[in-house]
């Protein structure tokens, strides 16, 4: 998630400033790139979260759930963010996913670049900080998508996994408050292993 990017979060019930009322320079002081050792507790915190979005769906909604993201290379130093990738139909109802994601403690943030149906779904983020654990849904019609073949290329491939761990440590200590420039800066070592992975 690129916080500041056209963002439409919820104002927090315990202030009065929602997150939408600060700059992107007090969000990068607000929310830090952190990485930490790779923990044992994540695939349980991905699987827990991933029951609680699919009960709280009809079957007929989704097509599928998966783990992405750093979390979920075995080993890997990461943000402590569990990524997840929801696959919707395309005749969901997207009001209804929002009050879903709502109940269940979510803000809602708008992506218009990224595909349809340009949503994310965020946890953890409060305008005192991060509280609790951080998750990012991230919703998508059903597909063939670069992330679950990123994943899986990086877990069969620990070298190269090793060498994305050394360029994310690189780009925390160059951009510790710059969330967009450390994900920008990654772009284009990912496009490289994705056009691997799409062979």
């Given at each position: ?21 600060l700059t ?10 952190i ?48 990524d ?28 218009p670049?990224?595909?349809a ?47 994305y ?35």
């Amino acid at each position: 998630m690129n916080i500041g990017d056209n963002i439409n979060l919820s104002i927090d019930s315990n202030s009065n400033k929602s997150l939408n009322d600060l700059t992107i320079s007090e969000l990068g002081q607000l929310f830090p790139i952190i990485i930490t050792d790779y923990s044992d507790k994540w695939p349980d915190l991905y699987k827990a979260e991933a029951k609680l979005i699919t009960d709280s769906l009809l079957h007929t909604d989704f097509v599928k759930i998966d783990h992405i993201g750093s979390t979920a290379i075995p080993g890997l130093k990461a943000k402590p963010t569990i990524d997840i990738l929801l696959q919707v139909t395309e005749q969901i109802y997207i009001q209804k996913l929002k009050d879903t994601f709502k109940t269940l403690g979510y803000l809602i943030n708008n992506h218009p670049e990224n595909p349809a149906p340009h949503l994310t779904f965020v946890k953890g983020y409060k305008t005192q900080g991060f509280k609790g654990q951080v998750y990012h849904v991230h919703i998508r019609y059903r597909g063939d998508w670069d992330e679950i073949r990123f994943k899986e290329y990086l877990i069969k491939h620990k070298e190269i996994a090793k060498e994305y761990e050394a360029l994310k440590l690189e780009l925390a200590e160059k951009y510790p408050n710059d969330r967009e420039a450390y994900t920008d800066s990654k772009t284009e070592w990912i496009e490289k292993i994705n056009k691997l992975t799409r062979k």
